[in-house]
T-cell receptor, first 117, second 114 residues
Framework: AQSVAQPEDQVNVAEGNPLTVKCTYSVSGNPYLFWYVQYPNRGLQFLLKYITGDNLVKGSYGFEAEFNKSQTSFHLKKPSALVSDSALYFCAVRGFLNAGNNRKLIWGLGTSLAVNP | NAGVTQTPKFQVLKTGQSMTLQCAQDMNHEYMSWYRQDPGMGLRLIHYSVGAGITDQGEVPNGYNVSRSTTEDFPLRLLSAAPSQTSVYFC?????????????FGPGTRLTVL
C-alpha cells in the first residue's frame, strides 16, 4: 500500500529552538520524497526533495530533511526556528496512480507548525 | 515569470450551476494537475495532464471535466455544482512529462456551493 503519515497534527516550538516535523512513508521501490510548506491562504511551496544520494537534504529557508531507509522516514528539521516558519507542512512521496504506470504524489495530511516568540 | 496563476480567487455558486476554474502557467511545464484541499483530507488529485491534448483522471474525478488544448492552460470545469464540491482548488505544474516531480502551485480558488 502507498501512504504517507504525518503523526503530529500540530507541533509547537519556541523561537530559536530546533524543530522537527515527522513523516513516514510506505511505497514500493526507491522513494522520491518531498516537503512542501503552505502559508495561510496561499498555495503550497516546494521546500526540498530526496531522490538519491546523501541522506541529508538541504532546502529552502534553512530547512533540511533526513532520509532514513530502514525506518522509512523523512523528517523535516531546522536548527533554529523562526516565528515566520509558522505554517502548514506537507510531506509527499511519489507513487503510482491505480494499477498503471502513471505516477502521482501521495500526500500526508499536513502538520501545523507554531513557533512561539 | 508569473508562475502558475488561477482565477477566480473566490467563487460562490448555487447548486446545479456550472463554472470553469482557470489555470495557466508560463514555465513551459508539460505536467499539470488539479487538486482539491479539504480539512482533514489533505490534497486529493482530481485530474491531470502530461501534455497538450492528453488528460487523465485522478483520485476524485467525478463531477469535473478538464481539457488541455495548449501547454499553458488547464481549465477545470464543474458540470453541475454540488455542496460536496465546496473546497479549495489548487492547480499545479511540474517540468517532466512523466511527472509529477517538483510541483509549482497556484494560489488557489476558494469555492463555496450553496
Amino acid at each position: 500500500a502507498q501512504s504517507v503519515a504525518q503523526p503530529e497534527d500540530q507541533v509547537n516550538v519556541a523561537e530559536g529552538n530546533p524543530l522537527t516535523v515527522k513523516c513516514t512513508y510506505s511505497v514500493s521501490g526507491n522513494p522520491y520524497l518531498f516537503w512542501y510548506v503552505q502559508y495561510p491562504n496561499r498555495g503550497l511551496q516546494f521546500l526540498l526533495k530526496y531522490i538519491t544520494g546523501d541522506n541529508l537534504v538541504k532546502g529552502s529557508y534553512g530547512f533540511e530533511a533526513e532520509f532514513n531507509k530502514s525506518q522509512t522516514s523523512f523528517h523535516l528539521k531546522k536548527p533554529s526556528a523562526l516565528v515566520s516558519d509558522s505554517a502548514l507542512y506537507f510531506c509527499a512521496v511519489r507513487g503510482f496512480l491505480n494499477a498503471g504506470n502513471n505516477r502521482k504524489l501521495i500526500w500526508g495530511l499536513g502538520t501545523s507548525l507554531a513557533v512561539n516568540p | 515569470n508569473a508562475g502558475v496563476t488561477q482565477t477566480p480567487k473566490f467563487q460562490v455558486l448555487k447548486t446545479g450551476q456550472s463554472m470553469t476554474l482557470q489555470c495557466a502557467q508560463d514555465m513551459n511545464h508539460e505536467y499539470m494537475s488539479w487538486y482539491r484541499q479539504d480539512p482533514g483530507m489533505g490534497l486529493r488529485l482530481i485530474h491531470y495532464s502530461v501534455g497538450a491534448g492528453i488528460t487523465d483522471q485522478g483520485e476524485v474525478p467525478n463531477g469535473y471535466n478538464v481539457s488541455r488544448s495548449t501547454t499553458e492552460d488547464f481549465p477545470l470545469r464543474l458540470l453541475s455544482a454540488a455542496p460536496s464540491q465546496t473546497s479549495v482548488y489548487f492547480c499545479a505544474s511540474s517540468p517532466p512529462a512523466g511527472g509529477p516531480d517538483t510541483q509549482y502551485f497556484g494560489p488557489g480558488t476558494r469555492l463555496t456551493v450553496l
